[in-house]
């Protein structure tokens, strides 16, 4: 896979800053993605996987998850999202596309229990090749 080029998130829930069914996140890369090495077998159509949101006191974690096996897709790393989102939930049903550069993953049905996080945050995405931080300016994720 390509290095790691930027992490991005975009409500397309009810709520900015809260992670919500329908929210997105983009995984951006150096060059063209090749979907087979994160997921086998895949072809970069929309395939289900589920999203993992780990609590880390103020600066949960983000996992893709293989949504048969529930092993990490490990080419996709991790996101520290930079703020207090959940205590543990999880996005079942979420799914995952990849066009040219770039993956990204709409939130499915949520398990657990999600907070908004009212503060602005930066990203950090720490993938096998390399660790980036989210570009622009300060802005609520999800």
């Known amino acids: 896979m390509p290095a790691a080029s930027d992490v991005q998130t975009q409500s397309g829930g009810t709520k900015t800053g809260k992670p919500d069914s329908g929210d997105s996140i983009t995984f951006t890369f150096a060059g063209p993605v090749v979907p087979s090495l994160v997921l086998a077998g895949w072809n970069g159509g929309a395939t289900l996987v589920t999203v993992h949101l780990q ?5 949960d974690l983000l996992t893709v998850r293989n949504a048969s096996s529930g092993a990490m897709l ?3 790393g991790f996101v520290s999202l930079g703020g207090d989102f959940s205590n543990g939930a999880y996005f079942r049903f979420s799914v995952m596309t990849a066009s040219a550069n770039s993956i990204t993953i709409v939130l ?4 657990g229990q999600v907070k908004e ?3 602005g945050a930066t990203m950090i995405w720490t993938a096998p ?4 931080t989210e570009s622009g300016p300060l802005d609520k994720e999800f």
């Open 55 to 59: 609590n880390n006191s103020k600066d």
């Open 74 to 76: 490990f080419p996709l």
């Open 108 to 111: 499915g049905t949520l398990n």
């Open 117 to 119: 996080n009212p503060a």
């Open 129 to 132: 090749t390399n660790t980036v």
